[in-house]
């Protein structure tokens, strides 16, 4: 962990990566070792802004129906 961190300096568990929401797939981080959605982020976007495909998979099934 990151000395300058107030979440450190507090000692509050948290993350220093980015949480990726997927529509389709848990929630997923870019930090190693990282349980997720389970600790708090700064830092959360959506999937597609990584380019990952999986909202275009759940729009296509909702427009057949």
Do not use: K, Q, W
């Amino acid at each position: 962990m990151d000395d300058d961190c107030r979440a450190c300096r507090a000692g509050l568990d948290h993350c220093h990566g980015t949480l990726i929401h997927h529509v389709l797939h848990a929630g997923e981080c870019t930090e190693d070792g990282c349980a997720g959605e389970v600790l708090a982020h700064a830092f959360a976007v959506d999937c597609e802004a990584v380019g990952c495909r999986c909202a275009d998979t759940g729009s296509a099934v909702a427009g057949a129906a």
